[in-house]
Protein backbone atom coordinates (compact mmCIF):
# COMPACT_ATOMS: atom_id res chain seq x y z
CA UNK A 1 0.00 0.00 0.00
CA UNK A 2 1.39 3.21 -1.37
CA UNK A 3 1.84 6.20 1.34
CA UNK A 4 2.35 9.95 1.21
CA UNK A 5 1.93 11.37 4.16
CA UNK A 6 3.24 15.69 4.31
CA UNK A 7 3.70 17.61 7.80
CA UNK A 8 5.30 21.18 8.51
CA UNK A 9 2.24 23.03 7.57
CA UNK A 10 0.94 25.41 9.35
CA UNK A 11 0.39 29.46 9.80
CA UNK A 12 3.37 31.59 9.10
CA UNK A 13 3.76 35.92 8.78
CA UNK A 14 4.49 36.79 5.67
CA UNK A 15 8.21 36.66 4.48
CA UNK A 16 8.63 33.86 7.12
CA UNK A 17 9.42 30.48 6.22
CA UNK A 18 8.47 27.04 6.47
CA UNK A 19 9.38 23.35 5.87
CA UNK A 20 6.99 21.10 4.45
CA UNK A 21 8.05 17.06 4.61
CA UNK A 22 6.27 14.41 2.54
CA UNK A 23 7.64 10.79 3.69
CA UNK A 24 6.90 8.28 1.56
CA UNK A 25 6.15 4.21 1.95
CA UNK A 26 5.06 1.02 -0.50
CA UNK A 27 7.24 2.63 -3.44
CA UNK A 28 10.96 2.06 -4.41
CA UNK A 29 11.08 6.05 -3.28
CA UNK A 30 14.76 5.95 -5.55
CA UNK A 31 13.01 5.04 -8.47
CA UNK A 32 10.61 7.91 -8.28
CA UNK A 33 9.96 11.83 -9.68
CA UNK A 34 8.63 13.92 -6.60
CA UNK A 35 6.83 16.95 -6.72
CA UNK A 36 4.92 19.37 -4.58
CA UNK A 37 1.38 20.95 -5.46
CA UNK A 38 -0.49 23.16 -4.03
CA UNK A 39 -4.54 24.39 -4.12
CA UNK A 40 -5.67 27.63 -3.10
CA UNK A 41 -9.48 28.13 -1.96
CA UNK A 42 -11.41 28.15 -5.06
CA UNK A 43 -8.58 27.44 -7.66
CA UNK A 44 -7.18 24.92 -9.60
CA UNK A 45 -4.25 22.56 -8.40
CA UNK A 46 -1.09 23.58 -9.60
CA UNK A 47 2.43 22.77 -9.78
CA UNK A 48 4.57 24.11 -7.52
CA UNK A 49 8.70 22.18 -7.87
CA UNK A 50 9.40 18.85 -8.38
CA UNK A 51 12.88 16.64 -8.70
CA UNK A 52 14.09 13.65 -10.26
CA UNK A 53 14.83 10.25 -8.41
CA UNK A 54 17.95 10.91 -7.79
CA UNK A 55 17.28 14.55 -6.65
CA UNK A 56 20.66 15.73 -8.83
CA UNK A 57 17.52 18.11 -11.26
CA UNK A 58 15.01 19.82 -9.95
CA UNK A 59 12.28 22.32 -11.77
CA UNK A 60 10.13 25.39 -9.66
CA UNK A 61 7.15 27.09 -10.89
CA UNK A 62 7.99 30.90 -11.51
CA UNK A 63 5.78 31.83 -8.97
CA UNK A 64 7.87 30.40 -6.33
CA UNK A 65 11.35 30.79 -8.35
CA UNK A 66 14.20 32.19 -5.88
CA UNK A 67 12.18 31.66 -2.80
CA UNK A 68 11.22 27.71 -2.66
CA UNK A 69 14.21 24.74 -2.65
CA UNK A 70 12.90 21.09 -3.31
CA UNK A 71 15.27 18.40 -1.55
CA UNK A 72 15.14 14.77 -1.02
CA UNK A 73 17.04 11.98 1.08
CA UNK A 74 15.99 8.87 -0.65
CA UNK A 75 17.55 6.77 2.16
CA UNK A 76 15.21 8.31 4.54
CA UNK A 77 12.22 7.69 2.06
CA UNK A 78 11.55 11.81 2.21
CA UNK A 79 10.96 14.62 0.35
CA UNK A 80 11.25 18.48 1.48
CA UNK A 81 10.11 20.88 0.36
CA UNK A 82 11.59 24.39 1.74
CA UNK A 83 9.58 27.53 1.60
CA UNK A 84 11.12 30.96 2.56
CA UNK A 85 9.98 34.56 2.18
CA UNK A 86 6.31 33.69 2.02
CA UNK A 87 3.45 35.41 0.38
CA UNK A 88 -0.17 35.56 1.52
CA UNK A 89 -0.29 34.42 -2.37
CA UNK A 90 1.38 30.66 -1.20
CA UNK A 91 -1.68 30.38 0.98
CA UNK A 92 -2.94 27.15 0.03
CA UNK A 93 -2.94 22.84 0.85
CA UNK A 94 0.04 21.31 -0.53
CA UNK A 95 0.05 18.09 -1.64
CA UNK A 96 2.96 15.47 -2.16
CA UNK A 97 3.08 13.31 -4.99
CA UNK A 98 5.55 10.48 -6.67
CA UNK A 99 5.54 9.12 -10.49
CA UNK A 100 7.79 6.93 -12.42
CA UNK A 101 7.46 9.32 -14.85
CA UNK A 102 8.23 13.36 -14.48
CA UNK A 103 5.40 15.13 -15.22
CA UNK A 104 2.49 12.54 -14.65
CA UNK A 105 2.12 11.13 -11.09
CA UNK A 106 0.56 8.45 -9.95
CA UNK A 107 -0.06 8.63 -5.98
CA UNK A 108 -1.04 11.94 -3.95
CA UNK A 109 -0.53 12.59 -0.36
CA UNK A 110 -3.58 14.15 1.64
CA UNK A 111 -1.84 17.70 1.75
CA UNK A 112 -0.88 20.14 4.46
CA UNK A 113 -2.42 23.40 4.58
CA UNK A 114 -0.38 26.40 4.49
CA UNK A 115 -1.48 29.71 5.89
CA UNK A 116 0.39 33.13 5.21
CA UNK A 117 -1.08 36.39 7.28
CA UNK A 118 -0.25 39.84 5.63
Known amino acids: QVQLVESGGGLVQAGGSLRLHCAAS????????MAWFRQAPGKEREFVAD????????YFADSVKGRFTIARDNAKNTVYLQMNSLKPEDTAVYYC???????????WGQGTQVTVSS
Open 51 to 58: TSPSGGSR
Open 26 to 33: GIIFSSYS
Open 97 to 107: AAGLNRGHYDY
